[in-house]
């Protein structure tokens, strides 16, 4: 038999905003700004006034850094 493939985002790929990666790093905003100006934090995904990352790559740098 033959299986369609569909392509379904997981919520791994879902894009979260500034409040919703501080809520999963369990940081404030400033820490987060001051993490950002640092090296080797995730660059987001889109920029501008409202930036966005993936949240599967906080994750992930979050596992690759410990979790709090």
Known sequence: STQATATVESPADDLIDLAQVCALLQLGERSLRRLRAGEGFPSPT???????????????WLAQRGAP
């Open 46 to 60: 889109s920029g501008g006034h409202r930036p966005r990352w993936k949240r599967s790559v906080i994750e992930a």
